[in-house]
């Protein structure tokens, strides 16, 4: 186990600190045993705390009548997302929105704005037809328009279904046409590393919806600010608690994308309480979050921020272009203080040497995969000085948040997370009981508040997804580590395992030997079936192409996990296929390698590695012809 590195010089000053003494708290573990012991103490607190507006009470917490996977929370209740975060402070003329463009274009928008402006054009959907509960697509860049389309859409009852702006044609069609949307949200076109991105011809391949389209080139669609000013003011919708409010699509690598449905009620009182207790969010701050508007971290970012009067900061371009200092400029230019970022990125910055500190950033932010050591201890100590703690957050779109998340107000060690704030974490063995210090299956005990309401029209897959494996629990599909001091380690996706002569372990075990070996930049370890093992270990990484890189690889691997695990194949790639938000699909490279079918690609950030893949693999049992790889 790794050494705490950071410890926090006032973590009575940080807000979930606060929270536990305005209880009679001095612990920090006292608040957490209470919220996860006393749901219905807890939940109220934290809507108490974070000052969320509910227009009629609710009656009941929670109400499991109809089975503990089907629990609805806060019913009877009314609240709407767009109030809590716009219109409550539509007398504010401080900046919700602050935007950048990769073209340079930069501004902000102020709560008064905002307000107006969303006001508009809920009202335009709603003279176009969009009803309560209605469906309405948006195909946008991180970007003011799709922060105003975002809450437009809450603000009049619809169902926002963001999509990422990186999709094809498919991609985008499929999700659109299963969620029934009526209506979708584009930009007519975008930069992307200096290089025009057209979305218009995508969206016109969906003819049977309306469009509203950012700089429209065609007749046949809406204007987006045409109608924002054609549009007669509405206020926010009085919508229930259990109202559907976004809808999120998860990508396996077989079947069709899956729609996780999440609510006004629920949903949005879990996203404010992560946003303020694990990134320690202050009216005064800025937060960024290098991400999308269609995968989870973006709406979660947007609607956390605006909640507490904070605000939050877009940008549609790469935070690279055309230099790597970009990223450092934005952040002292527009005085962002909380910044999210993925490990991927980090490993990019440090495979380019960019070690320039950040000082105006008190919390760094981190989710999306495992970290390996090297790695965080990097940016902690390159990029944070030393100084800034890392919020390490892990959950997932199937629950727009996290069940694991360190903060500001405890010590940290590398790559650790610590239990989530009411969200009844623990391990289990195969067998279903809890272990320490031993990896197993990630669970969660309770039905949480922000949980999807199913899966959009497949209740028995929703069924089957989450709660099959052991009764009445949750399980998220992920392979971890927890401590006897509440800190728990990720491994990887569950189903990622591999089984070598009967000894389980996750992937990102090996991977972190891998990631010591000077001359890797990064790495994926799957198994593959082998006669006399069961599984094999194979290791993909990229960095030196070399038969030293190779082989100070296979001695790390039996260093640190013993030649058990040594790797059947070392294969160099030049890059690692990966989803277009930064994480590593070891399953659709297991696929790939062995011949088999993928599945749904429309994730990746580039296939063209899958068919390098899978020629790697079709020769992988021709001795004389190896070609980047090594036994």
């Known amino acids: 186990m790794s050494e705490m590195v950071y410890y926090p010089p006032d973590s009575q000053s940080t807000n979930v600190m606060k929270l536990g ?34 227009s009629k009470p609710y009656d009941r917490v929670m109400d499991g009548s109809r089975g503990k996977p089907w629990t609805r929370w806060f019913t009877g209740g009314h609240i709407n997302i767009a109030h809590n975060c716009v ?30 402006v969303t006001g508009k054009l809920g009202g335009f959907l709603q003279e176009a037809g969009i009803a309560r509960g209605d469906r309405v697509g948006i195909y946008m860049p991180p970007s003011l328009e799709g922060v105003v389309a975002l809450y437009s859409v809450l ?14 044609i498919e991609a985008v069609k499929t ?47 809406f204007d987006f600010w045409k109608s924002v000013d054609s549009g007669t003011y509405v206020e926010s ?41 694990y990134m320690d969010m202050r009216p005064e701050d800025t937060l960024f979050w290098i991400s999308d508007l269609g995968w989870m971290m973006g709406p979660w970012s947007i609607l956390g921020a605006n909640a507490l009067g904070g605000s939050i900061f877009v940008y549609d371009g790469a935070v690279d272009y055309p230099d790597i200092r970009r990223l450092w400029r934005m952040i002292s230019s527009n005085g962002i203080t909380l910044l999210g970022l993925s490990p991927t990125l980090v490993r990019s910055l440090k495979s380019r040497n960019a070690a320039f500190p950040m000082p105006s950033v008190r919390v760094f932010g981190s989710t999306g995969e495992p970290w390996d050591e090297e790695s965080w201890l990097w940016l902690f100590r390159e990029i944070g000085s030393g100084k800034t703690p890392i919020a390490n957050i892990s959950g997932g779109t199937d629950i727009i948040g996290c069940f694991l998340a360190s903060t500001p107000a405890i010590p940290l060690m590398p790559r650790c997370l610590y239990r989530g704030l009411g969200m009844n974490t623990s391990v289990l063995s195969e067998d279903g009981h809890d272990v320490v210090d031993q990896v197993g299956y990630l669970v ?10 199913g899966i959009w029209g497949q209740p028995e897959k929703y069924l089957e997804t989450y709660w099959s494996q052991f009764k009445d629990v949750w399980v998220q599909g992920d392979w971890a580590m927890r401590d006897r001091n ?20 996750g992937p990102n075990e090996i991977e972190n030997s891998v990631m010591e070996v000077p001359g890797v930049n990064e790495s994926a370890v799957i198994g593959v ?50 989803t277009r938000n930064g994480k590593i699909v070891r399953r659709v490279v297991k696929r790939a390698f062995l011949g088999q079918d993928p599945g749904d690609v429309s994730n990746l950030e580039d296939t063209a590695i899958m068919d390098y893949i899978k020629e790697v693999g079709r020769i992988r049992d021709r001795p004389d012809d190896f070609g980047g790889m090594s036994r």
């Open 21 to 54: 003494e305005k209880h009679g708290m001095q612990r920090l573990t006292d608040l957490y045993d209470r919220a996860d012991a006393d749901p219905e103490w807890f939940w109220p607190a934290v809507v108490q705390d974070c000052n969320i507006a509910f």
């Open 87 to 116: 219109e409550k402070y539509g007398d504010s003329d401080r900046p919700a929105v602050k935007y950048e463009t990769e073209e340079g274009i930069s501004g902000s928008m102020s709560f008064r704005e905002l307000n107006r």
């Open 155 to 168: 603000r009049i009852g619809a169902v926002a279904v963001p999509v990422f702006s990186g999709y094809g």
């Open 175 to 221: 999700r659109i046409q299963d969620s029934g949307a009526k209506a979708l949200f584009s930009f007519a076109f975008y930069s992307r590393k200096g290089k025009t991105i057209d979305m218009q011809s995508t969206v016109q391949a969906l003819p049977d919806i309306m469009h509203i389209v950012k700089d429209a080139k065609s007749p046949d669609v």
């Open 237 to 277: 919708a009085d919508t229930e608690s259990e109202d559907p409010a976004i809808m999120l699509y998860t990508s396996g690598t077989t079947g069709k994308p899956k729609g996780t449905v999440h609510v006004h009620g629920g949903s949005f009182v879990n996203i404010v309480k992560e946003v303020k207790y």
């Open 444 to 453: 969660s005990k309770s039905h949480c508040p922000s949980m999807t309401r």
């Open 486 to 505: 509440g800190y728990y380690f990720l491994f990887g996706r569950s189903d990622d395992v591999i089984k070598v002569s009967g000894k389980r372990l």
């Open 529 to 578: 079936p082998d006669a006399m093992k069961g599984e094999a270990v194979v290791i993909f990484y990229t960095g030196e192409n070399s038969d030293g890189t190779m082989e100070a690889i296979r001695k790390k691997v039996e260093e640190s996990m013993g030649k058990s695990f040594l790797p059947k194949f070392t294969i160099w790639l030049p890059q690692l296929p990966k």
